[in-house]
């Protein structure tokens, strides 16, 4: 059975730092690029990192509004990719959720490739 399994969301205050996981099963995790999206309230989805396969070198895409503040991260023998999200603003309050494809990680950017997806955890940051 296919699993992304999403956790670390949680409240913080504006500027504080969340860490989320995303613990993957069910498929050779290796040859997928993994990738973290939110969604708000009221807004349309967003992509916000992905990293490619290991065996596409890990090529990392970060969105504009992240840039500086949030690091993806790859942990092969764990199966687990993480989101560092540091100095969180209020707008970066929204579901989380990671998402796997075997696609490029410019499909996943640019088409929101997904072959997998799992299910979300809540990032609130107040102000």
């Known amino acids: 059975e296919v699993q992304l399994q999403a956790s670390g969301g949680g409240l913080v205050q504006a500027g504080g730092s969340l860490r989320l996981s995303c613990a993957a099963s069910g498929f050779t995790f290796d040859d997928y690029t993994i990738g973290w999206f939110r969604q708000a309230p009221g807004k349309e989805r967003e992509g916000v990192s992905c990293?490619?396969?290991?065996?596409?070198?890990?090529?990392?895409y970060y969105t504009d509004s992240v840039k500086g503040r949030f690091t993806i991260s790859s942990d092969n023998a764990k199966n687990t990719v993480y989101l560092q999200m540091n100095s969180l603003k209020p707008e970066d309050t929204a579901v989380y959720y990671c998402a796997a494809t075997r696609d490029s990680i410019a499909s996943m950017v640019e088409g929101y490739a997904m072959d997998y997806r799992g299910k979300g955890t809540q990032v609130t940051v107040s102000s």
């Open positions: 990293i490619s396969s290991m065996s596409s070198d890990g090529i990392t």
